[in-house]
């Protein structure tokens, strides 16, 4: 099976959305599926996150994996910790899609015990891509929301793999080690704006610059 993104295409759409960006959510997703089933509220062994639960975190994190995968070209989105973005985000900018990350975790895990007869996050990587290639052409019954929900969950994945690491994702910047962003600059010579000039990077948030204000961010910060 393919990729459900290409790397070439990832690193153009995370170009064209900026590398520091944070970017608000939509309203929230609601679906026919019903609520969280009670295996999603039991709790797991792994870090503590602030706003889902143990087990949503973990078909999270197994998700952003398959949307952005590590290769040979470098890390991806478990490693850049985008599933912990998008749980502190949970509580700020992205407050108002926590329903649909409620329903469509617990919907997407009860699809693949039913259609793959194993939950989400103990498939193996290439039925974990068939099981999410479903869910984001809508082949999932009883989840009519199961396209705009994937569709959710790849941009905040994006957002996490690229953003600010001050946000909580992007961890060690290797999103930006990705995509060659140098990180962060008050301050650029003529060499460095000459086009193909070798920028080293300084991996550095913006928060890091006295001339930029954490107040308003409206999200927890995150370990760099």
Same mark, same amino acid.
């Given at each position: 099976?393919?990729?459900?993104?290409?790397?070439?295409?990832?690193?153009?759409?995370?170009?064209?959305?900026?590398?520091?960006?944070?970017?608000?959510?939509?309203?929230?997703?609601?679906?026919?599926?019903?609520?969280?089933?009670?295996?999603?509220?039991?709790?797991?062994?792994?870090?503590?996150?602030?706003?889902?639960?143990? =087990?949503?975190?973990?078909?999270?994190?197994?998700?952003?994996?398959?949307?952005?995968?590590?290769?040979?070209?470098?890390?991806?989105?478990?490693?850049?910790?985008?599933?912990?973005?998008?749980?502190?985000?949970?509580?700020?900018?992205?407050?108002?899609?926590?329903?649909?990350?409620?329903?469509?975790?617990?919907?997407?895990?009860?699809?693949?015990?039913?259609?793959?007869?194993?939950?989400?996050?103990?498939?193996?990587?290439?039925?974990?891509?068939?099981?999410?290639?479903?869910?984001? !052409?809508?082949?999932?019954?009883?989840?009519?929301?199961?396209?705009?929900?994937?569709? =959710?969950?790849?941009?905040?994945? =994006?957002?996490? !793999?690229?953003?600010?690491?001050?946000?909580?994702?992007?961890?060690?910047?290797?999103?930006?080690?990705?995509?060659?962003?140098?990180?962060?600059?008050?301050?650029?010579?003529?060499?460095?704006?000459?086009?193909?000039?070798?920028?080293?990077?300084?991996?550095?948030?913006?928060?890091?610059?006295?001339?930029? !204000?954490?107040?308003?961010?409206?999200? !927890?910060?995150?370990?760099?």
């Amino acid at each position: 099976m393919q990729p459900l993104i290409s790397r070439r295409e990832l690193l153009r759409r995370a170009s064209l959305a900026g590398a520091v960006a944070i970017v608000p959510g939509g309203g929230a997703l609601l679906s026919e599926a019903s609520a969280p089933s009670a295996a999603l509220q039991t709790a797991a062994s792994r870090e503590p996150y602030e706003h889902l639960t143990a =087990l949503e975190a973990d078909v999270l994190e197994a998700m952003v994996a398959r949307i952005i995968p590590g290769d040979a070209n470098g890390p991806g989105a478990r490693e850049a910790r985008a599933a912990r973005y998008i749980d502190r985000a949970l509580g700020g900018a992205l407050a108002s899609s926590r329903p649909a990350y409620g329903v469509g975790l617990a919907a997407l895990d009860r699809f693949s015990q039913s259609a793959r007869g194993r939950a989400f996050t103990s498939l193996p990587p290439a039925e974990q891509d068939a099981v999410l290639s479903d869910v984001e !052409t809508g082949n999932v019954p009883g989840f009519a929301d199961a396209p705009a929900f994937f569709a =959710l969950v790849r941009a905040h994945t =994006l957002q996490g !793999t690229f953003c600010d690491p001050y946000y909580g994702g992007n961890a060690g910047f290797v999103g930006w080690d990705l995509l060659g962003y140098p990180g962060v600059r008050t301050f650029v010579s003529a060499d460095e704006q000459r086009l193909g000039a070798d920028v080293p990077a300084n991996h550095k948030s913006a928060y890091d610059y006295d001339m930029f !204000t954490k107040a308003g961010t409206g999200t !927890t910060p995150g370990e760099r």
